[in-house]
């Protein structure tokens, strides 16, 4: 398997430089790294506000149709 990754994690190296900022939602909040609905994210610990989140792109579009796929072929 050969997967491309010329690049760094850039999902998690904007969770850190984010992370432990002032929250721009209110005025007392900070950053911090949380998962928020299964994603990868910073959220402030006042207001609860996700600042920023990372979805996760591994998942496979086409994982339906790798159900189908009957394991008894012939
Ligand atoms: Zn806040």
Redesign the pocket.
């Known amino acids: 398997m050969h997967l491309q990754q010329d690049q760094p994690d850039q999902s998690t190296t904007l969770l850190a430089r984010l992370e432990d900022t002032a929250?721009?939602?209110?005025d007392?909040?900070r950053l911090v790294r949380e998962e928020y609905k299964g994603n990868a994210a910073v959220v402030?610990?006042?207001?609860?506000?996700p600042a920023a989140q990372i979805w996760n792109e591994e998942t496979s579009p086409s994982d339906a149709t790798t159900v189908a796929v009957s394991p008894t072929d012939r």
């Open positions: 929250c721009s939602f209110c007392d909040g402030c610990t006042n207001c609860g506000t």
